[in-house]
């Protein structure tokens, strides 16, 4: 019995986005390899031409399925020593076992922690949460941030689409405000007890009041107090995906975080580690930028 998530875009076949750590879930598989479980699912699927929703596919059929459809695909996974067609990345994805007690969890934190999140709550940092009322200052710290970083913005109408069609738990806008104005933001998905930051930014000018401290405890204070439960009565606070001692992830570690590494299996050169790319996307001004982001980052894969 397994469980392999799949979306197709049109161009090639990827783990499902957001909960991204995609693969093969299963609790038995004998001698086949996750690659070639993987790749054969998605030659069956593919000539098959199933419409999106969740199929059942005969592991004897998997068994003697070749691959012979020359498709693309990008699939991240948690560690496979047995695959070697599962390569180790530079990413990792940081993850913070929560107690539902927030005063326990509270003071499982360093000191030094505590005291940037107490000042930062107590400074002229207002933190609000929502829905799609909040998009546009959301949406106002996102772009800023990516342009800095130099690679793609979605557009608005994408999170208003993912605010709408999203079924498997809860999605929240988390907006942090200094004298009024938009310093920081963040979008939390949840399914059952694990909770995701899938985006989050702060604006440079900002972080002296440790707003990104203030809003990451927001966002766990409301995965406590949210009423999904996990099975097993545990939650998982994921503050996402992160490229290995990159200042973003050392900055996670201030947290009594796991860290734990992300495998690829793909046939797909990714374009975004192109760095002389990266370089000329970044002289572009950002009026310009902005609309055309939203345009070509579909043609990612």
């Not at 030659?43 to 059942?56: A, L, T, W």
Request: charged share 20%; hydrophobic share 35%.
């Amino acid at each position: 019995m397994g469980v392999l998530p799949l979306v197709n875009t049109g161009k090639a076949w990827v783990s499902l986005p957001h909960f991204s750590y995609g693969g093969v879930w299963m609790d038995s598989r004998g001698d086949l390899s996750k690659s070639r479980l993987i790749n054969s699912v998605i030659d069956i699927v593919n000539s098959e031409k199933c419409d999106p929703g969740f199929y059942r596919v005969n592991i004897e059929k998997i068994v003697y399925q070749q691959s012979r459809l020359g498709l693309k695909y990008f699939i991240r996974a948690f560690d496979d020593q047995m695959d070697e067609s599962f390569i180790k990345s530079e990413k990792v994805t940081t993850i913070f076992n929560i107690d539902t007690d927030q005063e326990k969890t509270f003071a499982g934190l360093g000191s030094n922690l505590r005291r940037k999140i107490n000042k930062s709550l107590k400074s002229n940092v207002e933190i609000k949460s929502g829905g799609v009322e909040l998009l546009h200052d959301f949406y106002q710290v996102y772009t800023k941030n990516i342009y800095h970083l130099k690679s793609l913005n979605y557009s608005k109408r994408f999170f208003e689409d993912l605010c709408h069609s999203y079924q498997f738990g809860n999605l929240r806008f988390f907006v942090s405000y200094f004298n009024g104005k938009p310093a920081g933001s963040a979008l939390l998905a949840s399914y059952g007890g694990f909770y995701e930051n899938l985006y989050f930014a702060t604006l440079h000018q900002y972080r002296k009041y440790y707003v990104s401290d203030g809003l990451h405890w927001k966002m766990i204070q409301y995965a406590t107090e949210d009423k999904l439960d996990s099975k097993d009565g545990n939650k998982v606070y994921s503050f996402g995906r992160s490229t290995i001692d990159s200042p973003v992830h050392q900055y996670k570690n201030h947290w009594p975080v796991t860290s734990i590494p992300l495998f690829v299996h793909s046939n797909i050169n990714d374009v975004r580690q192109n760095n002389l790319l990266k370089n000329t996307w970044g002289l572009l001004p950002g009026f310009i930028t902005k609309p055309l982001g939203t345009r070509l980052i579909k043609h990612i894969y």
